[in-house]
């Protein structure tokens, strides 16, 4: 994983040197930045998939609430989104869980991102919860997961045939780093994928991570 962007880096900066087009030159700088944007994304998965083998992370659990940050993360993929329209679904904007906020930001993170690599155009982030348990979706209308993958995905470095190439992004850990995540939190994760449809992430938290509804 590491090898791929660093032979890209080695070579786009062999190339570099008998570009005498300034426009070709900078054409070629901007690949060897997005070359080490996509370093820095890696080693920062590596790290944090690597702190939570070691151990259970230091957790500070605070009240969240799950309206506001799912909006918060729809805000901050703006830029990234393309042609999918991101929307989140709430109505029970004082809904909150005592959770790490950072973790569950990359939480919904991870699972939207990797979202945006297979949807079609739309994914909906819906938050919900009753006295028992408070439920968040993630749902997009991509090309769907055989079910025969569906808890592969959860491995470190497993991907679909689709993500293998690297035009899609991602390195195989980001729904794993979910996995562990959501357990800290004493949450459960499950996967429901209809082919030619789309796929629907769910996140329960149980009662005793209930805050208020």
Request: aromatic letters at 4%; charged letters at 30%; a negative charge.
């Amino acid at each position: 994983e590491l090898r791929t962007p660093v032979a890209r880096l080695r070579f786009g900066l062999e190339m570099l040197a008998d570009i005498e087009s300034a426009e070709l030159r900078r054409e070629k700088l901007n690949a060897l930045d997005h070359d080490i944007e996509q370093l820095d994304k890696l080693i920062d998965e590596i790290l944090t998939y690597a702190r939570l083998e070691q151990g259970t992370p230091n957790i500070e659990f605070k009240p969240v609430l799950l309206g506001e940050l799912c909006e918060q993360l729809r805000e901050e993929l703006e830029t990234i989104r393309g042609d999918t329209v991101i929307t989140v679904d709430c109505d029970q904007p004082a809904l909150e869980v005592e959770a790490e906020e950072r973790y569950l930001h990359r939480v919904l993170q991870n699972l939207v991102t990797n979202a945006l690599r297979y949807a079609g155009s739309q994914i909906v982030m819906v938050v919900g919860g009753d006295e028992d348990q408070v439920v968040i979706h993630v749902d997009d209308n991509g090309p769907g997961i055989p079910e025969h993958e569906r808890e592969r995905v959860f491995k470190p470095f497993a991907r679909l045939d689709k993500s293998r190439h690297r035009a899609s992004g991602g390195y195989g850990l980001g729904l794993s780093i979910v996995s562990r995540l959501i357990g800290l939190h004493d949450g459960s994760l499950s996967i429901n994928s209809e082919i030619g449809k789309g796929t629907l992430v769910t996140l329960r938290f149980p009662e005793s991570r209930l805050r208020q509804i």
